[in-house]
T-cell receptor, first 115, second 114 residues
Framework: GAVVSQHPSRVICKSGTSVKIECRSL??????MFWYRQFPKQSLMLMAT?????????EQGVEKDKFLINHASLTLSTLTVTSAHPEDSSFYIC???????????FGPGTRLLVL | KNQVEQSPQSLIILEGKNCTLQ??????????LRWYKQDTGRGPVSLTI?????NTKSNGRYTATLDADTKQSSLHITASQLSDSASYIC?????????????FGTGTRLKVLA
């Protein structure tokens, strides 16, 4: 149980385009989802926290107009990188919790490469 | 300074050998401490979780220890296998209202050689 999937697993796009990444909780209802970014050889950095049906809470330094997060249902959250630039190339990981927020279940990650 | 520091940054060992990874934290109070394994290009997978009152937790060849007095934790891997090659991340969850965020360590990259 507690499986989280992400789609796509990797994406290559041109600079200036927008990319949408999906995060799904497959066998549980996720009241809260988290989006992380991880650069090579570094640890995960929290970007934002999203609760179903409400606006995401962004961490300091993360542009909310650039990284659009939608948590429209209890099993799906999306992260849209708008007008992507090469410096946005990174590994994006989502996690999901149910109920008490005690345990985060991580997705397999999405590798984004912006050319 | 990170609230969760890990050492060593990287480690190379031969297959079959044991190794111990260290985690020092300053997060206080905390609810629990977890060790995750992250394969390259994959999301983290939970290995162990310990509350502040637990001293040790095992999961197969992985044994985690916790000393809340010295704020140290270790992850011991026994009889290493090639598939143990990965990053190992120590994660602390603070205790208190609204403190649901994880605090991630810097990670230890382990390479097991044949």
């Amino acid at each position: 149980g507690a499986v989280v999937s992400q789609h796509p697993s990797r994406v290559i796009c041109k600079s200036g385009t927008s990319v949408k990444i999906e995060c799904r909780s497959l066998d549980f209802q996720a009241t809260t989802m988290f989006w992380y970014r991880q650069f090579p050889k570094q640890s995960l950095m929290l970007m934002a926290t999203s609760n179903e049906g409400s606006k995401a809470t962004y961490e300091q330094g993360v542009e909310k107009d650039k990284f659009l997060i939608n948590h429209a249902s209890l099993t799906l959250s999306t992260l849209t990188v708008t007008s992507a630039h090469p410096e946005d190339s990174s590994f994006y990981i989502c996690s999901a919790t149910q109920g008490s927020l005690e345990t985060q279940y991580f997705g397999p990650g999405t590798r984004l490469l912006v050319l | 300074k990170n609230q969760v520091e890990q050492s060593p940054q990287s480690l190379i060992i031969l297959e079959g050998k044991n190794c111990t990874l260290q985690c020092n934290y300053t997060v206080s109070p905390f609810s629990n401490l977890r060790w995750y394994k992250q394969d390259t290009g994959r999301g983290p997978v939970s290995l162990t979780i310990m509350t502040f009152s637990e001293n040790t937790k095992s999961n197969g060849r992985y044994t985690a220890t916790l000393d809340a007095d010295t704020k140290q934790s270790s992850l011991h891997i026994t009889a290493s296998q090639l598939s143990d090659s990965a990053s190992y991340i120590c994660v602390v969850r603070p205790r208190g209202s609204g403190t649901y965020k994880y605090i991630f360590g810097t990670g230890t990259r382990l390479k097991v050689l044949a």
